[in-house]
């Protein structure tokens, strides 16, 4: 078991950029979640997975947001027409059904110039 | 809304010693979890010690210790015999389920921890 793994761990981008992110999660993980955390912050809640549905949404999601999590293993995260205030980190977390723990990834750096 | 709220934004311990982190919560249900993670510095958070609301007991991990008071919403961290390698962000996380089937959590602010040599 290698962990929740995420990809790119950094990426540097232009405004009006598009951007994706993968997570791997837990082999066994069931449940996925996107968190957003910028300086300072606690991680925010995105989105969050249920095997390949989408449970649920933030309304900190806006309509350039999406997340898929085909086959209910990776998951990506796109930004489209990336805005300088999208600059943050994106962490990726996984947790088996029943309340537990969630192991989270190192996280993907986004830095919108 | 449930809200958790970390209100020590930093915090320095010398080393060997003990030092609490402060944690309250706001919430309607009777029904959830506690969880203290720790993020090192560019390092993925982990988790340090869980507390099920419906125990008494304080939940209890080597070092780490909590003060569980369920009637004041409150839920501190206690390090014990503080070590460098504790120096990290801590953030207080509430879990929870919601009425349409889902399971959030909600964390806080974070406290950094300081340990000084």
Not at chain 1, 64 to 72: C, I, L, Q, T
Not at chain 2, 25 to 41: A, I, N
Not at chain 2, 60 to 85: H, P
Request: glycine share 6%.
């Amino acid at each position: 078991d290698t962990g929740v793994s995420q990809d790119p761990r950094h990426k540097i981008t232009k405004r009006g950029q598009n951007v994706t992110f993968r997570c791997d999660p837990i082999s066994e993980h069931n449940r996925l979640y996107w968190y957003r955390q910028t300086l300072g912050q606690g991680p925010e809640f995105l989105t969050y997975f249920q095997n390949e549905a989408q449970l649920e949404k933030s309304r900190l999601l806006s309509d350039r947001f999406s997340a898929e999590r085909p086959k209910g293993s990776f998951s990506t995260l796109e930004i489209q027409r990336t805005e300088q205030g999208d600059s943050a980190m994106y962490l990726c977390a996984s947790r088996q059904e029943g309340a537990g723990e969630l192991f989270f990834g190192e996280g993907s750096r986004l830095t919108v110039l | 809304a449930q809200t958790v709220t970390q209100s020590q934004p930093e915090m320095s311990v010398q080393e060997a010693e003990t030092v609490t982190l402060s944690c309250t919560y706001d919430t309607s249900e009777s029904d959830y979890y506690l969880f203290w993670y720790k993020q090192p510095p560019s390092r993925q958070m982990i988790l340090v010690i869980r507390q099920e609301a419906y125990k008494q007991q304080n939940a209890t991990e080597n070092r780490f210790s909590v003060n569980f008071q369920k009637a004041a919403k409150s839920f501190s961290l206690k390090i014990s015999d503080s070590q460098l390698g504790d120096a990290a962000m801590y953030f207080c996380a509430y879990f929870f389920g919601t009425t349409s089937g889902t399971y959030k959590y909600i964390f806080g602010t974070g406290t950094r921890l300081k340990v000084l040599a």
